[in-house]
């Protein structure tokens, strides 16, 4: 009879490694099921190296140049969630998804995905073998659909899952357009007169002699520093955000880097506002995505705290899973971070107590969510007036500063 290596989580959350002989990987699972444990790997240990040359083969094409857009994912787990609805193997499944494929990563990832199944993996091994296509989240869930048998819904529920975090993303990204693309185009027409038009002015005052009022002299001195200076003003302005964004970026790659940043970001007024409950929301539906597809608690909040996209809510996330670990509530140790409001405490209080800890959590970010829309709004309109008031006192100070000169130098000539 077989041997099954497997991975598993029993009812403390402990991660447990054993081995189990059955006769097929649904016998195995099954067993492991019987044992009180959640299995989340498990693979035939005859069957090992030829699965790893198949996939080994496969890799090499699915490293390819090009990157899978969330987008291709979210529609792909859809038509698969079809597909296993409709009672279809999952290998031909997959096999009919991959020659709707046009040539490129996608279609790379998925016959390698069904090579790897033929080779006696599981999907959720299958996927977790391409961590460029499939995150862990995506991975757990569906390991959890194949324990429950209910890899159709879970596949449904990732999809409108995915389709939620992109349209949160897309307002947000949405809202931005407008104030960047107006202060690019603001910044290079300033640039342009500091550039050439206002060392022609320069040029006039000298000639002329006359004693400049204070805004003209700084004026002049931002356009010299601007166009002369050492290094010139110009080539600051230019690679000044290329490296704020690596030294961003080089902060961010420690844990307390980016712990540090999202701190700090967090109080940023009206940003910090955005930024918070755009996290809250993203935790919430994670986590009660999770434990509404079956997925143990402590397992969840650990799939949770990693993909957070926060650290400070990560962090929140890791006081939790201690709590909870040590058989205490989920509401107390949030409470004490200090990280949500009281509202989403309560209600993740309440869920607890009544056992729909998931549903309690899926609304709070459905809230959330809506809350997110009004701050984008809000911020959209407030930009307009803000921007036109910004950019009409910049305007307002070059042609004072330029024109006041002028004006005493038409009254010296007069007299």
């Not at 959350?13 to 006769?23: M, N, T």
């Not at 792909?76 to 991959?98: C, H, V």
């Not at 307009?384 to 130098?409: H, K, R």
């Amino acid at each position: 009879m077989p041997t099954f290596a497997y991975e598993a989580m029993n009812q403390a959350g402990q991660q447990v490694k054993d081995e189990i002989e059955a006769s097929s990987t649904e016998d195995a699972l099954a067993k492991i099921r019987n044992l009180g444990y959640f299995p989340t790997r498990i693979r035939e240990k005859g069957g090992a190296s030829k699965a790893k040359g198949k996939s080994g083969a496969k890799k090499s094409t699915s490293m390819g140049f090009g990157i899978i857009g969330v987008k291709a994912i979210t529609q792909f787990t859809r038509q698969l969630s079809t597909l296993q609805d409709a009672g279809l193997p999952i290998l031909r499944s997959l096999n009919i998804l991959e020659e709707q494929q046009k040539p490129g990563p996608m279609k790379n990832v998925l016959r390698g995905v069904a090579e790897d199944i033929e080779g006696g993996c599981t999907l959720s091994e299958a996927f977790s073998k391409h961590p460029r296509a499939f995150d862990r989240l995506y991975c757990n869930m569906v390991a959890a659909g194949e324990t429950g048998g209910v890899l159709d819904t879970i596949l449904q529920r990732l999809a409108e899952f995915m389709e939620k975090a992109q349209k949160l993303k897309r307002k947000i990204v949405g809202a931005m357009i407008y104030p960047v693309v107006v202060v690019l185009f603001a910044g290079g027409i300033v640039a342009g007169i500091m550039y050439f038009v206002i060392p022609k002015f320069k040029e006039i005052f000298e000639d002329f002699g006359i004693t400049l009022p204070t805004v003209t002299n700084i004026l002049l001195y931002a356009s010299t520093w601007f166009t002369a200076g050492k290094p010139p003003g110009w080539s600051v302005v230019l690679f000044a955000p290329f490296v704020i964004l690596i030294l961003y970026k080089l902060i961010r790659s420690s844990k307390g880097g980016r712990y540090a940043t999202d701190f700090i970001g967090l109080r940023i007024p009206i940003l910090g506002m955005l930024m918070g409950k755009t996290a809250v929301a993203r935790f919430t539906r994670t986590l009660g995505t999770l434990i509404n597809a079956g997925v143990p608690i402590l397992e969840a909040i650990n799939i949770t705290r990693e993909t957070s996209g926060n650290e400070v809510y990560g962090r929140a996330m890791e006081k939790v899973h201690d709590s909870i670990r040590e058989g205490e509530s989920f509401a107390n140790p949030l409470r004490a971070a200090k990280v949500v409001d009281t509202l989403v405490v309560n209600m993740i209080d309440v869920g607890e107590e009544t056992g729909e800890l998931d549903k309690m959590l899926l609304k709070i970010a459905d809230n959330y969510d809506e809350e997110v829309d009004v701050v984008i709004e809000s911020l959209v309109s407030l930009l307009e007036p803000v921007m036109v008031i910004l950019l009409g006192g910049i305007v307002g100070f070059i042609v004072l500063a330029l024109f006041l000169p002028l004006v005493s130098l038409i009254q010296s000539v007069q007299e």
